[in-house]
């Protein structure tokens, strides 16, 4: 029976994410299985799993790494292990010029280049938590922040 509910919790839990918690990346260990307690009038077992996980929860401030996968006049997104950080052009220095007639389309300057693919430097400004994912607002304006 544990290794069926340590199956299930692998199953249900893993790469999830909760507004509490985060992004849940890997389920390390499980700590304690109760006791299950038959439901009346509907005959399944409840369990309470108590288990130790790797979690992704991105805060205001925090620098990531992350690589690009759209980018438009508005700005780019970028992907950050499950997170996707959009980055506005406002929050994208002033001498790089987005290019719509590239191929793909890209910001660019005389030294770097952004496009898909990009691997880039943000400083997160903002997150908002939902119920079941999160969204997170980036900046590349910042010191040592932009393609790697």
């Not at 496009?115 to 119920?131: L, M």
Request: hydrophobic share 40%; proline share 4%; with cysteine.
């Amino acid at each position: 029976m544990d290794d069926y509910l340590k199956k299930k919790l692998y199953a249900d839990v893993e790469g999830t994410c909760t507004g509490r918690y985060g992004y849940i990346i890997n389920v390390l260990q499980v700590k304690e299985i109760s006791k299950g307690k038959v439901m009346t009038s509907v005959g399944l077992a409840e369990f309470t799993v108590k288990y130790q996980a790797i979690v992704f929860k991105p805060f205001k401030g925090e620098v990531v790494d992350g690589t690009v996968t759209q980018v438009n006049k508005m700005g780019f997104f970028a992907e950050v292990g499950p997170l996707q950080v959009f980055v506005s052009s406002h929050l994208i220095p002033s001498d790089m010029k987005f290019n719509p007639y590239g191929n793909p389309p890209s910001y660019s300057d005389d030294v770097t280049l952004i496009e898909k693919g990009s691997h880039c430097r943000i400083k997160i400004v903002g997150t908002r938590f939902d119920a079941t994912d999160i969204f997170a607002i980036g900046t590349i304006k910042e010191d040592f922040c932009g393609v790697l």
